[in-house]
């Protein structure tokens, strides 16, 4: 008995130590995907999809990843204060907002370094944009998005000064698609560009919980040129400027989770124009041996369309395994794809989009890409 009752103090003991230890918070994660942040273009543009080595092609992804190491890559989603509490101006020090400070649990200063040839993101001022915001770990909270002043130079260290005071774009608790833990899930929501805006600016984005003080920070390089989000400066190619056309892309109808693997390869080539009233941008998601994911986005001009149809030819050997948001056939090299029912309507100057699978080399761009209508 004696020996019972012992065992039952040590038990009660070790349960009562368990009880009194500091709960571990929660953590939330995740980067601005459109307008994409520095960490996640170049964990684009870096990530060999072969082998996971960080092998970065960019010259200031490279720049960074020779100052903070791989790990500021492979942890894209995690540039974080956890004692932010949404805090901005004069929070984190001048110079060093790209990377949340020094306080967080990953070395990021490589991204705050000042040049002029980070990926960039193509837009237009005044314009509508879907934005996406990665959701790593999801929670409640509020996004802001700050652009930089007039004047902005991309070559000098970014300061609180630089960026206009108060928040071009503010949202709470938007809708998510997709699931947390995976590079495709994510927030998403409209937004309006500030206007009057030319030529090289930086948008500033924080994420500040609202069940706890973790605060996430974010840079994203853009140019306003009568872009309609085209990306530029990833990987070895995809680096076309796109064509100089005001778009104000409202939000498609929900798509599906990409079925295909998830390691980002680069590619974005600018839309090509078609007929009918709409055009077609193509641009490669990922790719592995053997094979890649593609992204085609249809935009319609300044009047509605009810109905599309977009066709290309692949350059060399590759064919179409598989088609998502729409409805394919094909023969040889030769593709054409159609809507579904429920993204048939594309508002004026909105867009909306479908994914493939496809078999063969990568194809950072196709021949004869063209969008119809009816």
């Not at 004696?2 to 980067?31: D, E």
């Not at 001048?94 to 990021?108: H, K, V």
């Not at 314009?127 to 700050?146: D, E």
């Not at 970014?158 to 005071?165: F, I, K, R, Y």
Request: with cysteine.
């Amino acid at each position: 008995m004696r020996l019972l009752r012992m065992a039952a103090v040590v038990l009660f003991t070790a349960a009562a130590g368990l009880l009194a230890l500091p709960s571990t918070p929660a953590s939330a994660h995740g980067a601005i995907q459109v307008p994409g942040s520095r960490t996640w273009f170049c964990y684009q543009d870096g990530r060999n999809p072969q082998t996971g080595a960080i092998e970065p092609k960019n010259p200031a992804c490279a720049a960074a990843v020779a100052q903070s190491g791989v790990t500021s890559l492979y942890n894209w989603f995690a540039v974080l204060r956890s004692d932010g509490a949404g805090r901005v101006n004069g929070f984190l020090p001048d110079g060093q907002l790209c990377s949340g400070g020094t306080g967080g649990p990953y070395n990021f200063t490589g991204f705050n370094l000042a040049r002029n040839d980070w990926p960039t993101t193509h837009l237009t001022a005044g314009a509508n944009i879907q934005v996406k915001y990665n959701n790593w770990a999801k929670h409640p909270g509020t996004f802001s998005l700050y652009i930089t002043k007039d004047g902005y130079n991309p070559t000098k260290p970014l300061a609180w000064t630089d960026l206009e005071p108060t928040p071009f774009d503010q949202v709470t608790n938007p809708p998510a698609n997709g699931g947390p833990g995976t590079d495709d899930g994510h927030y998403y929501w409209t937004g309006r560009l500030p206007a009057g805006k030319t030529g090289k600016h930086l948008i500033y984005s924080v994420w500040s919980r609202s069940d706890s003080t973790e605060t996430f920070y974010g840079c994203s390089d853009v140019v306003f040129d009568g872009g309609n989000g085209e990306v530029t400066g990833i990987g070895n190619g995809g680096t076309q400027s796109p064509s100089p056309r005001p778009s104000s892309p409202q939000p498609s109808s929900p798509q599906p989770s990409n079925p295909g693997p998830s390691s980002p390869a680069p590619s974005s080539p600018g839309p090509n124009p078609g007929t009918g009233g709409c055009s077609a941008m193509y641009s490669v998601k990922s790719a592995w041996s053997g094979g890649f994911q593609g992204e085609v986005m249809v935009h319609a001009g300044a009047t509605p369309v009810n109905g599309w149809n977009i066709s290309w030819t692949f350059p060399g050997n590759q064919t179409l395994a598989q088609v998502w948001s729409g409805k394919s056939t094909s023969s040889g090299s030769l593709v054409s794809v159609t809507n579904e029912t429920w993204n048939a309507s594309v508002p004026a100057n909105g867009y909306v989009t479908f994914g493939f699978l496809a078999s063969g080399a990568t194809a950072p761009s196709v021949n004869n890409l063209t969008c119809t209508t009816g």
